[in-house]
Nanobody, 120 residues
Framework: QVQLVESGGGLVQAGDSLSLSCAAS????????MGWLRQAPGKEREFVAA???????YYADSVKGRFTVSRDNAKNTVYLQMNSLKPEDTAVYYC??????????????WGQGTQVTVSS
């Protein structure tokens, strides 16, 4: 069973930076694509960023140039570095795992989520 545990959320001010981590266990982490999604109050969950097993990265237009997704296969961990945060980035952020190496944005495993709140 795949387990994903996010950490690093918190309360920051607009313009600040925050880094999220997601530790994975239960299978060979390096073989699979990973993603970050978020859900704001009253809104549907939306795609934020993804990284393939070969380190190709993908971003939502709303975060492109501000967020960076990366992975450390030796630590079974995927990261989301968030810079120049805006109040509209406020959401619960979820780490998710796919069942293949390339990114399809179809996720089979989810973390419990971590709250990110950006004050203006």
């Amino acid at each position: 069973q795949v387990q994903l545990v996010e950490s690093g959320g918190g309360l920051v001010q607009a313009g600040d930076s925050l880094s999220l981590s997601c530790a994975a266990s239960g299978r060979t982490f390096s073989r699979y694509a990973m993603g970050w999604l978020r859900q704001a109050p009253g809104k549907e969950r939306e795609f934020v960023a993804a990284i393939s097993a070969s380190y190709s990265t993908y971003y939502a237009d709303s975060v492109k140039g501000r967020f960076t997704v990366s992975r450390d296969n030796a630590k079974n961990t995927v990261y989301l570095q968030m810079n120049s945060l805006k109040p509209e980035d406020t959401a619960v952020y979820y780490c998710a795992a796919e069942n293949q190496a390339w990114v399809t944005r179809k996720y089979h495993y989810w973390g419990q989520g971590t709250q990110v709140t950006v004050s203006s």
